[in-house]
């Protein structure tokens, strides 16, 4: 179902395979019979995308570090913790752009839900798990911080699609 609408092997809001997918069971078999000594390392060249931390911590400012799902403030070495959450990803095929109406402020269990897909924010604002339907609450919002509808219409459409290649 992805590959038909030029998603194939996003399985993911972040664009990362599931861990059973493209696992090299090869390493698997190494890693356990190397019980001692250090990691081994392996050279590589990657691209990687530049993003703006101005904008995420801004909308961790205006939220005052509360999830917009579940109000969670966590406190990590003494600092508030939160995670600025793009709606439509960075990445290769969801082109998102990083500004501050494709963010939300998540804390981390809402973060990797989001991301994989689990959860999705309604037309009406409620925060409903993917498979079930069932309600997890209300996005909340924040008048300095506009979220782009069209992002989230993208985001529900993956949840959709994600729903129907698991059935």
């Known amino acids: 179902m992805l590959s038909r609408v030029g998603l194939a092997g996003y399985t993911t809001a972040d664009g ?33 995308l530049v993003r703006d931390a101005a904008i995420g911590a801004r909308v961790k400012e205006l939220h005052r570090h509360a999830c917009q799902i579940c109000e969670t403030r966590l406190q990590y070495k003494r600092r508030p913790y939160s995670e600025a959450a793009h709606i439509r990803g960075l990445g290769n095929a969801h082109n998102g752009p990083d500004e501050m109406p494709n963010l939300l402020c998540l804390c981390p269990n809402h973060h990797v839900l989001f991301d994989g897909l689990e959860i999705y924010v309604d037309v009406d604002g409620i925060v409903r798990r993917t498979h079930g339907d069932k309600t997890v609450g209300r996005l909340r919002q924040h008048n300095s911080h506009h979220i782009d509808g069209a992002h989230l219409d993208y985001h529900r459409t993956l949840c959709d699609l994600n729903r129907m290649a698991r059935s």
């Open 16 to 48: 990362l395979l599931d861990e059973d997918e493209g696992a090299d069971d090869q390493e698997g078999a190494a890693a356990t019979e190397r019980a001692t000594g250090p990691a081994a390392r392996r050279t590589s060249t990657s691209s990687r």
